[in-house]
């Protein structure tokens, strides 16, 4: 988690259509979730800003924290703070944490800060904003996480990972928004980096099969990243869920997660991801389909209202997560587990052969 925080004479934003929301004198604080975050850095971070003291005594020494000063709070969510721009023109968001987990986070972060006697006022997550301040001083800080952690040291990697995928050297780029494909793949220990893909492939069509929606939503996916790329390979996924015709993909609200898992309770569904693999500039590309059948426990109202709260269900196709609290509402899986989590190893191996011109 990383927090750019400004001491400021006053500070500001401003989105169309509502009042804008401002301090005075305190801080203003532009927040960046990555992927691996926790509520532990949350809470770290909330009390590390809070206890700053870099406000001037009466001697013009930098001694005064924000209760000295009764300063205020002004936090807006970045994730740009996440974009790594070593590589190319268009920055990578690999550290970017999920959209679903950097909000949760980020409110978790706002109320240890509301937890104080400090006023806070903030932006709207995931809104276009325009934020204007003084920088007083100027003075700014550059807080990450994961110097407190820790967590900066290189990650060893498996010897030989990528010859075992197949891409043998070849630039791996996932293009998606998914933190559990990435994850599957550091499990993997190949290299790679993320992209999200700005388009798709619209909606479902009547009559398409599930397979076949998928795949197409894959295909827009990988595609759209593949034309911005020089080298290696691009890796676009998309998992919808089945049941009884009807699509099940994620939750627009946790009203519309709860409908998904009544609909799930106590029946067997299928779930369904698309892949397309392309080269650089998309000139060339494969694509395919894994199903797998996933039974669900009977579920009660209480029981599924518990799950919804924890947050977990609303970034997922069919409003669970098979490798998280989900997992214990799973009674048997017939089929490739990972394709559940949205990625079929086995699969993405078999197509990465089958691009590249290489036997597995």
């Known amino acids: 988690m990383i927090a750019v925080v400004q001491r400021v004479a006053r ?3 401003r989105i169309e259509g509502r009042e804008p929301a401002g301090i005075g004198r305190g801080f203003l604080i ?3 979730v990555a992927r691996g975050d926790t509520d532990a850095d949350a809470e770290w971070l909330a009390r590390k800003c809070l206890g700053l003291r870099v406000f001037n005594d009466p001697d013009g020494r930098m001694n005064l924290s924000l209760a000295d000063v009764q300063g205020e709070l002004l936090v807006v969510s970045q994730f740009t703070l996440l974009g790594n721009c070593v590589k190319g023109r268009r920055p990578s968001w690999s550290r970017a944490a999920d959209p679903g987990e950097a909000d949760r986070l980020y409110e978790r972060f706002v109320s240890h800060l509301r937890s104080s006697a400090q006023r806070v006022a903030t932006g709207v997550f995931q809104a276009m904003m325009e934020v204007e301040s003084v920088n007083d001083g100027p003075v700014t800080l550059l807080i990450d996480t994961r110097d407190w952690k820790g967590r900066s040291k290189a990650v060893d990697r498996p010897q030989g990972s990528e010859q075992l995928l197949g891409v043998r050297g070849a630039p791996l780029c996932l293009a998606s928004r998914s933190p559990r494909r990435a994850r599957l793949l550091e499990m993997l220990g190949v290299r790679f980096d993320v992209r999200f893909p700005d388009e798709d492939g619209g909606r479902w069509r009547a009559g398409e099969d599930p397979a076949s929606y998928a795949i197409r939503q894959a295909e827009a996916k990988a595609l759209s990243v593949a034309r ?40 067997e569904h299928e779930v369904f991801t698309g892949l397309c693999l392309a080269t650089a500039g998309g000139g060339r590309y494969v694509t395919g389909a894994e199903r797998t059948a996933v039974c669900m426990s009977e579920l009660d109202g209480d029981t599924i ?9 609303l970034d997922k196709a069919g409003a ?3 490798q998280g609290i989900g997992g214990m509402f ?15 190893l086995a699969r993405l191996r078999a197509l990465i052969h089958e691009l590249l011109g290489e036997t597995g």
């Open 30 to 32: 532009l927040l960046g």
């Open 320 to 322: 669970y997560g098979i």
């Open 305 to 313: 209202r518990a799950y919804v709260a924890t947050g977990e269900p």
């Open 228 to 267: 911005d790329i020089k080298s290696g390979v691009v890796v676009g996924a998309d998992t919808v869920v089945y049941l009884d015709g009807e699509l099940l993909e994620k939750p627009a609200d946790a009203e519309e997660a709860v409908a998904h898992l009544r609909l799930l309770s106590g029946h």
């Open 11 to 13: 500070a500001e934003v």
């Open 330 to 344: 799973v009674a048997s899986v017939s089929g490739c587990y990972f394709n559940v989590m949205g990625l079929p």
